[in-house]
């Protein structure tokens, strides 16, 4: 397990090895010490060298001829070794983005299931026959676009990494992974494990760069997909010239998620949903419930129960067995996470809970902590209440009728995820219905499911995650005609 106090060198994965340090040096900085434990590797030629290795991996053998049953049994190979090392492999997403080793560990065998569900899905993702005459029927298949570049973000490299790997690899594509250049530990751990469950050379590759690198993966000649997951600015920048080319994009980008409770909700259970969605991995999920919308009649009684219940998460070093959360990732993070809130009590916001640099001893000054953080008296036009944060800030918001909440809910560019609170049946179809999201949870909240397809409304995203309807983003359709009677000559008169 890689400890901040370890030196190591990580450079591009490509065709089955690691290629020589050379290029640009990107030290890699603890998040809990801000210490440097690492350095990466931004090679100019990395990306050329990634990409003639995936285009030549995707038509030679074995891969281009295998069976979906036989990518089915490596893709189980594959969720296998990622199970049996979920603690090395936590140990390097927690480096990454500072969340505790507890959760990466757990967050790793999670991700292993991702491998097997796909593996199953291949046993029934068959061809569809349709009759087009009595003498001719079309045959309906979905083939591998060819190269896929899955562009990840540091708050779940592997974890992340693999809601694109695993369907691109299911549906025969050869992929490269370009996580961040701050965080490229275990996206190269898991293309090392990829090779040992037997996946062909070439066909899972990792470059180590940064925007520039990005977008010379978008528009490379070899590459047909782009599947990203990052900030909303960034994805329509990437998304424009990868459109350009006329290749596929998916994209899950920002999110402003609101959590609301209903006076008629269970108040002690959207307590814990709302603690445990907004400041799980230290709030750096694009599905944090971080804007809290709370009916009047309650507001009160809910304020007082969430401090209580926030004030219980326990900050520390991710190694600790008793730490809830760690730090934010870096310190770029950390100085917008501090101006956020700043800036809102200027506006006249009001901190009731954290807002402050925990102190955790002398070994830990250096790191990017955050205390969980509440904020009160916020009005809709603040930034706070606007734009994503990205860390374990959350305001309370007072509203008064339904439609209100509504209103509240969708006034934001982002439409990744929402949450309610109720006993009425007929109000959980009208609001689900109403709110302007990729999912809705009723009485729970950040209940992701490797079934249940994943994905935004407007500024949060293009296409869909997870489920069986990610296989059809990473594949192509094609119509097979064949007439099976004689040819009729419409000319012959």
Same mark, same amino acid.
């Given at each position: 397990?890689?400890?901040?106090?370890?030196?190591?060198?990580?450079?591009? +994965?490509?065709?089955?090895?690691?290629?020589? @340090?050379?290029?640009?040096?990107?030290?890699?900085?603890?998040?809990?010490?801000?210490?440097?434990?690492?350095?990466?590797?931004?090679?100019?030629?990395?990306?050329?060298?990634?990409?003639?290795?995936?285009?030549?991996?995707?038509?030679?053998?074995?891969?281009?001829?295998?069976?979906?049953?036989?990518?089915?049994?490596?893709?189980?190979?594959?969720?296998?070794?990622?199970?049996?090392?979920?603690?090395?492999?936590?140990?390097?997403?927690? *480096?990454?983005?500072?969340?505790?080793?507890?959760?990466?560990?757990?967050?790793?065998?999670?991700?292993?299931?991702?491998?097997?569900?796909?593996?199953?899905?291949?046993?029934?993702?068959?061809?569809?026959?349709?009759?087009?005459?009595?003498?001719?029927?079309?045959?309906?298949?979905?083939?591998?676009?060819?190269?896929?570049?899955?562009?990840?973000?540091?708050?779940?490299?592997?974890?992340?990494?693999?809601?694109?790997?695993?369907?691109?690899?299911?549906?025969?594509?050869?992929?490269?992974?370009?996580?961040?250049?701050?965080?490229?530990?275990?996206?190269?751990? *898991?293309?090392? *494990?990829?090779?040992?469950?037997?996946?062909?050379?070439?066909?899972?590759?990792?470059?180590?760069?940064?925007?520039?690198?990005?977008?010379?993966?978008?528009?490379?000649?070899? =590459?047909?997909?782009?599947?990203?997951?990052?900030?909303?600015?960034?994805?329509? =920048?990437?998304?424009?010239?990868?459109?350009?080319?006329?290749?596929?994009?998916?994209?899950?980008?920002?999110?402003?998620?609101?959590?609301?409770?209903?006076?008629?909700?269970?108040?002690?259970?959207?307590?814990?949903?709302?603690?445990?969605?907004?400041?799980?991995?230290?709030?750096?999920?694009?599905?944090?419930?971080?804007?809290?919308?709370?009916?009047?009649?309650?507001?009160?009684?809910?304020?007082?129960?969430?401090?209580?219940?926030?004030?219980?998460?326990?900050?520390?070093?991710?190694?600790?067995?008793?730490?809830?959360?760690?730090?934010?990732?870096?310190?770029?993070?950390?100085?917008?996470?501090?101006?956020?809130?700043?800036?809102?009590?200027?506006?006249?916001?009001?901190?009731?809970?954290?807002?402050?640099?925990?102190?955790?001893?002398?070994?830990?000054?250096?790191?990017?902590?955050?205390? @969980?953080?509440?904020? *009160?008296?916020?009005?809709?036009?603040?930034?706070?209440?606007?734009?994503?944060?990205?860390?374990?800030?959350?305001?309370?918001?007072?509203?008064?009728?339904?439609?209100?909440?509504?209103?509240?809910?969708?006034?934001?560019?982002?439409?990744?995820?929402?949450?309610?609170?109720?006993?009425?049946?007929?109000?959980?179809?009208?609001?689900?219905?109403?709110?302007?999201?990729?999912?809705?949870?009723?009485?729970?909240?950040?209940?992701?499911?490797?079934?249940?397809?994943?994905?935004? +409304?407007?500024?949060?995203?293009?296409?869909?995650?997870?489920?069986?309807?990610?296989?059809?983003?990473?594949?192509?359709?094609?119509?097979?005609?064949?007439?099976?009677?004689?040819?009729?000559?419409?000319?012959?008169?």
């Amino acid at each position: 397990m890689p400890t901040s106090s370890q030196q190591d060198n990580f450079t591009s +994965y490509i065709a089955g090895v690691a290629i020589p @340090p050379a290029g640009r040096e990107i030290p890699l900085h603890d998040p809990s010490t801000g210490a440097v434990w690492a350095t990466a590797f931004v090679s100019d030629d990395a990306v050329d060298l990634a990409t003639t290795s995936a285009a030549k991996a995707f038509v030679s053998e074995p891969w281009a001829s295998m069976t979906g049953y036989e990518r089915g049994a490596l893709l189980r190979k594959l969720g296998a070794l990622i199970a049996a090392n979920a603690d090395r492999l936590g140990a390097l997403e927690s *480096l990454a983005n500072g969340k505790s080793h507890a959760a990466t560990s757990a967050e790793m065998k999670a991700t292993a299931t991702w491998y097997d569900y796909y593996a199953s899905a291949l046993d029934t993702h068959d061809d569809i026959l349709r009759t087009v005459s009595r003498t001719a029927d079309a045959r309906i298949v979905r083939e591998p676009l060819g190269v896929v570049v899955a562009i990840t973000p540091f708050n779940g490299a592997l974890s992340l990494g693999s809601w694109k790997l695993a369907p691109a690899l299911a549906m025969g594509n050869a992929v490269i992974l370009k996580p961040p250049a701050e965080a490229p530990g275990s996206s190269i751990a *898991l293309a090392e *494990l990829a090779i040992a469950a037997g996946f062909p050379v070439g066909i899972v590759n990792v470059v180590i760069g940064d925007a520039i690198a990005s977008e010379a993966l978008a528009t490379h000649r070899h =590459v047909q997909m782009v599947s990203f997951t990052g900030s909303t600015a960034t994805a329509k =920048v990437l998304g424009a010239k990868v459109a350009a080319g006329m290749k596929r994009f998916v994209c899950e980008a920002g999110g402003k998620s609101a959590h609301i409770v209903f006076a008629d909700g269970d108040i002690d259970g959207a307590v814990i949903a709302a603690t445990q969605g907004a400041f799980s991995g230290s709030g750096q999920t694009c599905v944090a419930g971080s804007r809290i919308l709370v009916q009047s009649e309650i507001y009160d009684t809910f304020v007082e129960r969430y401090i209580a219940s926030v004030s219980r998460i326990r900050v520390g070093h991710p190694s600790s067995p008793r730490a809830h959360i760690g730090p934010v990732a870096n310190k770029r993070q950390y100085e917008r996470i501090s101006g956020f809130v700043s800036e809102a009590v200027e506006a006249g916001a009001r901190v009731v809970l954290g807002g402050q640099k925990p102190d955790l001893g002398s070994e830990l000054a250096g790191g990017y902590w955050v205390q @969980p953080t509440v904020v *009160l008296d916020v009005s809709g036009d603040m930034r706070i209440c606007r734009e994503e944060i990205f860390g374990p800030v959350v305001t309370v918001q007072r509203f008064e009728s339904e439609d209100e909440a509504i209103s509240m809910a969708n006034g934001v560019e982002y439409g990744l995820a929402a949450g309610f609170w109720t006993r009425d049946i007929g109000r959980v179809r009208r609001v689900s219905r109403q709110l302007q999201a990729g999912t809705v949870w009723v009485n729970t909240y950040r209940a992701i499911n490797l079934r249940v397809p994943f994905g935004g +409304y407007k500024q949060s995203g293009i296409g869909r995650e997870n489920g069986v309807e990610a296989m059809e983003e990473f594949s192509q359709i094609k119509a097979i005609v064949v007439e099976h009677g004689p040819a009729v000559d419409p000319f012959s008169n």
